[in-house]
């Protein structure tokens, strides 16, 4: 049981990718005492519970939706209507979920990280204030502190702005809607709404711009939307959601929105909100602690996730650096080499450069490094070389709808340096990985070329550009 | 010798004057002849003309150019992958959430789009070798000497023209044991001209195209039964792989009889029967087609190499150096025909890299393929990556002291709402305390998309460092990869 006054070497605030990650690795492999809080009744953040993991069960699904489509040109029989069972899909994804909710809390109780479950916040630099329960709290002392609270989405604040849901609530839907309207075309609002379609829902993207993955390469943003309008969804471009509006208690909603400066109104079953997300900062009381935020609410953090207190850290979406899963990890376990691993450790960090990321679209995208654009800001026009390739996978020459696959590489300087790789296209998801690491090796154009192709894949294309 | 030559020469006579004509050639002298309009030849006659301008000609002896590769090798086998791979995920959709009508599989609406996708692509080959002015002439082709081809064909005179450089790139064929009624079995080639799906199934050959043809077979539903000389499949791959799949493909219902020798094949009324002895007894199995996958051999036996001076091997295979040099001057070879590493991409690089050598100047006097660390991809089911040694052989060239690897096996997530299970299991090798990857090996659902990055990566040199050093991308199977312990 706990004491009211245990010193701990490491405490770390959060029980997602990043904390976990931390924790584990002090204690399991550094031998360090460590307690983590997670305020949660289940571990694994985000990613395990409304994440990417659920997310990629969902795409999953869709996939296959996919595949019972292209059946009859591949002679098996017309397959459609296809009809998903929502239901029976929320319940094995909630299970799985929970299973490896089970693994983590059994992965910390192997790794001796004493699990606290409350609401934290400081008291001091070395002394946090755990809440567990409505009545109940305790002090919890430390030397090093982690914070690793992650992030929440962000709803804006319209009228009737509550009868949308966010990407949590996309993950409680007991039942498959029949028109959504996703307001956000960041990652995760293009991989909900491309889960939506593709399941059968009838989908309408609302962009403040003319754009989808505004921050992605053109070669992934542009022929992306042109993908999603060919297979039906809807578009609704230079939009601004004003205010949602339901007459009835689960009966449909109606988005008062402009677009062009025009005002017009749409139906649907579900609004889901995309427009962001935020830090969980609020309720930590920081300044107890001298940690500061910068002015978009992020806490500061250095190179080696130093905050502004000295003992303090952070890292992870409540950074807001890089928001993935792998990066959280990783960060979190240089931290704790760095912190209790050891002289050999002292300069331990996570390069941020070069760091790889898929999207769940339809087709998937990948990318790593910098987008042509950005590229030729920073090395000059006259030093930037791009190589682009567009083709059908072959998969589609049975099909009549041509999927379309686009891979863009951005060289710099004389020795064609890879700066960026941009993919989209069926298969992107497993294709990026191996090449994400010759570029964090410094791979150049003739490093591509020489190695042999395999054949035939999509992969390939990466490796025969001219 | 001489009347060595003489003979051949009043051969050639005699064949000119028993066969057609072909279509005249524009000229007599060309910088470069290609035999073999297949992967190699194609890349190399496209090369030479189309960037280094020389003049070409390239002969090919079917109506049709692609070679194995787009006619009746990786294309046509890629569009029967898919195929199955789609009634996987068909069989899968339940599980999913989804209703599926088991209608029986319509064979010969994919044969039909199949052939109709190949035919398209013949006609972009022909239009490619056109567009850089490589003179593409039909007909069968051999040496009259080293710098001399003639080429016949059925309803032409025969002609005869010289080339500076003769590539010879003419492919491999399958191999036909030679047992009593062996040509009531198929090879691959007739793998893909089967008209209808054949209900059981015998596949004779457990390398990589006997194993991915019976996987199609089986992912379709046919009834198969794999002959193995061994106890084992693949058994040049890595062990992680073999036994992976092996256990896999049981598992998954399709039928093996190890230690195994094929005497005969038999009419019989419902079908052919297949005569075998397995560990010293005998047996047979009825089945509606025999599938022989039991190697290629080198396709050498009409161009009358001798004539030029070219050596072949004991398996007939053409004799080169790491330039793709014959023992004949200005006599090249490269692709199946010389029997190492028998892969188009390979056949297309090393198709290249001649062309730069002999035609692009002094910049390219070194140009040749390196056939070390070639990525390669198997179309089982699950699909199967390898690069560099196996663990066998990392061990033996480099002491079992200086080797580590690093393995890790895992359910993909994919998996995880269904009761149907895949396996995934990748194997890294090292050497050196630097710990440089020497062998990738990886068998699970996407690993025909992954290996390629990995293989720049180990090409480049990379250590088991490098690998951790690359930030994983979530979730993936191929984050496995850089975060192995």
Excluded at chain 1, 105 to 121: C, M, P, T, W, Y
Excluded at chain 1, 261 to 288: F, H, M, S, Y
Excluded at chain 2, 196 to 214: D, M, N, S
Aim: hydrophobic letters at 40%.
């Amino acid at each position: 049981m706990l004491s009211s006054k245990p010193i701990y070497d490491y405490l770390v605030i959060g029980g997602g990718s990043g904390g976990l990650a931390s924790a584990r690795r002090a204690s399991g492999i550094h031998g360090a005492k460590v307690a983590l809080i997670e305020a949660q009744h289940r571990l694994g953040g985000t990613c395990v519970n409304v994440g990417c993991v659920p997310k990629k069960v969902m795409w999953n699904a869709a996939s296959v939706a996919e595949a019972l489509r292209d059946a009859k040109h591949y002679g098996f029989g017309d397959q459609e209507p296809v009809k998903f069972n929502w239901e029976l899909m929320k319940e094995k994804r909630d299970a799985y979920v929970k299973r490896l909710n089970g693994i983590y809390e059994r992965n910390l109780g192997n790794d001796k990280v004493e699990h606290i479950q409350g609401f934290a916040s400081f008291v001091n630099e070395n002394t946090v204030r755990v809440q567990t329960s409505e009545s109940e709290s305790i002090e919890v002392h430390a030397n090093k502190i982690l914070i690793a609270t992650g992030g929440h989405p962000l709803i804006p604040d319209i009228p009737g702005s509550n009868y949308g849901i966010d990407s949590d609530g996309f993950f409680d839907l007991e039942h498959q809607p029949k028109r959504v309207a996703v307001v956000g075309t960041g990652y995760i609002g293009v991989e909900l709404a491309g889960i939506f379609n593709t399941l059968g829902t009838q989908t309408t993207i609302f962009s403040r711009t003319k754009q989808i993955l505004r921050s992605f390469d053109n070669i992934i943003k542009d022929n992306l939307l042109k993908e999603m309008q060919s297979v039906g969804v809807n578009f609704a471009f230079d939009s601004k959601v004003n205010a949602l509006v339901r007459e009835s208690e689960n009966g449909p909603i109606t988005i008062q929105y402009e677009s062009d400066g025009k005002p017009e109104t749409l139906e649907v079953d579900c609004v889901v909100w995309a427009v962001g997300r935020l830090p969980n900062i609020k309720k930590l009381n920081l300044e107890a602690a001298n940690v500061k935020i910068n002015e978009k609410g992020y806490i500061i953090a250095d190179a080696y996730q130093q905050t502004t207190q000295e003992n303090v850290l952070a890292l992870g979406d409540a950074c807001g650096v890089a928001e993935l899963t792998p990066v959280a990890i990783a960060a979190g376990r240089k931290l704790s080499d760095r912190l209790f691993g050891g002289e050999q450790f002292k300069d331990s960090k996570l390069d941020y450069e070069n760091i790889p990321t898929v999207v769940f679209s339809h087709p998937t995208a990948g990318t790593i490094g910098y987008t042509e654009d950005q590229a030729r800001e920073k090395f000059g026009t006259e030093n930037v070389k791009t190589y682009t390739s567009k083709f059908t996978n072959m998969y589609f020459s049975m099909l009549e709808h041509k999927e379309p696959t686009a891979y863009k590489l951005v060289c710099a300087g004389d020795d064609e340096k890879v700066v960026g790789v941009h993919i989209l296209g069926r298969g992107s998801d497993e294709i990026l990985q191996g090449f994400g690491v010759a570029v964090r090796m410094g791979a150049t154009k003739a490093n591509f070329d020489s190695c042999v192709a395999i054949h035939p894949t999509a992969a390939e294309e990466l490796v025969t550009m001219r | 010798s001489s009347q060595q030559n003489t003979i051949h020469r009043i051969q050639h006579i005699q064949t000119c004057l028993t066969m057609a004509p072909v279509s005249k050639a524009s000229k007599k002298l060309f910088d470069y002849i290609v035999i073999g309009g297949g992967s190699g030849g194609m890349a190399s006659a496209r090369r030479a003309a189309g960037i280094h301008g020389a003049s070409v000609a390239l002969i090919e002896a079917h109506s049709v150019l692609g070679g194995t590769c787009v006619n009746v090798g990786c294309v046509p086998k890629k569009v029967m992958w898919n195929t199955a791979s789609i009634y996987e995920t068909l069989r899968q959709a339940k599980g999913y959430g989804y209703e599926f009508s088991d209608v029986k599989f319509n064979w010969a609406v994919i044969k039909a789009k199949r052939d109709a996708y190949i035919k398209r692509l013949n006609g972009i080959y022909d239009n490619n070798l056109a567009k850089e002015k490589v003179e593409h002439l039909h007909g069968h082709a051999s040496f009259v000497n080293a710098s001399t081809i003639s080429i016949t064909r059925e309803g032409a005179d025969a002609i005869e023209i010289e080339g500076k450089h003769i590539l010879i790139a003419t492919g491999g064929h399958a191999i036909i044991p030679q047992v009593p009624g062996r040509d009531l079995g198929i090879s691959s080639d007739g793998f893909f001209e089967l008209e209808e799906q054949p209900k059981r199934v015998a596949v004779v050959g457990t390398g990589y195209i006997g194993v991915e043809l019976a996987g199609i077979f089986h992912a379709l539903g046919s009834d198969v039964t794999i002959f193995s000389r061994t106890k084992q499949i693949l058994r040049k791959f890595d062990p992680i792989i073999k036994d992976t799949l092996l256990d896999h493909m049981k598992k998954q219902g399709v039928h093996f009889t190890f230690d195994s020798k094929v005497t005969a094949l038999r009419k019989s009324g419902n079908g052919i029967i297949v005569d075998f002895e397995s560990d010293g007894q005998k047996g047979e199995l009825e089945v509606d087609c025999v599938l022989w996958a039991v190697g290629r051999a080198a396709n050498t036996k009409e161009l009358n190499v001798e004539a030029a001076g070219v050596k072949v091997d004991d398996k007939q295979q053409i004799v080169t150096d790491e330039y793709q040099n014959t023992s004949a001057k200005n006599v090249y070879s490269l692709g199946d025909v010389i029997g190492k590493a028998e892969l188009t991409p390979v056949a297309i690089a090393a198709g290249r890299k001649l062309s730069d050598r002999l035609f692009g100047g002094p910049q390219f006097a070194h140009s040749k393929l390196d056939y070390i660390n070639i990525p390669t991809v198997v179309f089982s089911h699950p699909t199967i990556g390898t690069i560099g040694y196996t663990e066998p052989e990392a061990r033996e060239k480099f002491g079992d002291e200086n080797i580590k690897t690093y393995v890790t096996r895992f359910g993909n997530m994919y998996f995880s709402v269904l009761d149907e299970k895949e396996p995934t299991a990748y194997k890294l090798i090292v050497t050196g305390k630097e710990e440089k990857v020497v062998g990738l090996h990886i068998i699970g659902k996407d690993s025909d998309e992954m290996l390629q990055g990995f293989g720049v990566a180990i090409r480049m040199g990379a250590t088991k460092a490098d690998f951790d050093s690359c930030v994983a991308i979530h979730p993936t199977s191929s984050e496995e990869l850089v975060t192995l312990r």
